[in-house]
């Protein structure tokens, strides 16, 4: 029993010690469905930074491109079905900043797709020196 609290313990300091990080963001996962797209986007994080540390060095423009424009059009549909679910439920709904650059008019799904790449890719590269 005190080997169980103890690696409770652990865990516990462990993630207090990750909330104190600056690129931490605390989400409290209250349904099954929250848990299974934050797993997701554990490994989606890291491989993403990883893509973006080695593009050009070790995978090429037309490797990792698609793939962010992929998972980006994944991310634009669970906006807008939580925004479906929030509107229902009466919940508000904020959408992310990185979301405002779809709905812009008039320039066609590639060119909001070429749009968002180059949003995201400078932000990517930001804060490389």
């Known amino acids: 029993m005190k080997e169980k609290k103890k690696n409770f ?65 994944a991310v634009q549909k669970l906006h807008e079905a939580a925004l479906k679910i929030c509107a229902l439920t009466g919940v508000p709904y904020r959408p992310p900043k990185g979301l405002g650059l779809t709905a812009a008019g008039g320039d066609g799904k590639v060119a909001q797709k070429e749009k968002l790449i180059d949003a995201r890719m400078k932000m990517a590269y930001e804060d490389i020196p």
């Open 9 to 73: 313990e652990a865990k516990m300091e462990r993630k207090i010690t990750f909330a104190k990080e600056r690129d931490t963001r605390v989400v409290f996962a209250r349904t099954n469905d929250t848990h299974t797209v934050l797993n997701i986007i554990k490994d989606a994080d890291r491989g993403i930074r990883l893509a973006r540390a080695n593009l050009l060095i070790r995978y090429s423009i037309e490797e990792v491109l698609p793939l962010l424009a992929e998972y980006q059009e």
